[in-house]
């Protein structure tokens, strides 16, 4: 699987729908979190950033018969409904919030399907310090991320703005490689979690090497949702310098 060198791939990241023109600190986490899934081989885009509340009324009347905004009827009920946030209560209006899909590493042939490298790339969003929109119990919203700093929309539109999160605080990428691990056994299952009880996800054979990329509860993980045994029997573990 092929991808486009970080630099590249960040200009393909954020060239959608004012996506670069969210908060500056907003676009700032952003980018961190592309960098982070990029090591990974963990590939997304960004498809929506700032909208205008003109823009917030398009995506407001999707899937309704009728919605009127100043006059204008924005009710869209030929296609399926998107949102449920009206012009003026949506973290896109403010600038603190993105929308993103799965893709090749290239940023083409978008995913929609929620699949385990969508779910990662929420998990390290919520590592950077954003709201994912998928772990909502009312409107699941799998795309959306926004970064609220546990304030309320009503917070928002009187005024307040959270607290950013200073990247130099944050730990480093767990995604950084760490090391080389290779297989001394025959065949040796990769797990899909950090536990020995998880799916077997495919089997790798002796002799082949694989970064390493963190260890947890006595397993290396050699990619995303990949996870082998740290038993000395089975694997051998060299750091980097």
């Known amino acids: 699987m092929g991808k486009l060198p970080i630099n590249e791939y960040l200009i393909e990241a954020f060239k959608r729908n004012k996506c670069k023109q969210v908060h500056q600190k907003v676009y700032k986490l952003a980018e961190e979190l592309i960098r982070r899934c990029w090591q990974e081989d963990v590939f997304i885009v960004f498809t929506d950033g700032l909208r205008t509340f003109e823009d917030q009324a ?116 767990a995604s950084e490689q760490i090391g080389i691990v290779e297989v001394l056994v025959a065949n040796l299952n990769v797990r899909e979690k950090a536990d020995f009880n998880s799916r077997v996800v495919k089997v790798v054979r002796k002799g082949t090497r694989w970064k390493c990329y963190g260890k947890e509860n006595g397993l290396y993980r050699i990619g995303t949702n990949k996870w082998v045994s740290a038993g000395r029997k089975y694997t051998k573990f060299t750091k980097l310098k």
């Open 58 to 173: 398009v995506i407001y009347g999707k899937g309704r018969s009728s919605y009127i905004y100043k006059g204008k009827q924005y009710g869209n009920p030929k296609v399926k409904k998107v949102s449920n946030a009206k012009p003026g209560t949506s973290f896109h209006n403010y600038g603190l919030a993105l929308d993103f899909v799965t893709c090749d590493g290239y940023g083409k042939n978008i995913d929609w399907v929620v699949g385990p490298k969508w779910r990662r790339a929420a998990s390290i969003a919520k590592e950077l310090g954003f709201t994912w929109g998928g772990d909502w119990n009312s409107f699941q919203d799998y795309p959306h991320l926004q970064y609220d700093g546990g304030l309320t929309i009503s917070h928002i539109r009187k005024g307040m703005f959270p607290a950013f999160k200073d990247l130099s605080t944050i730990p480093k990428m």
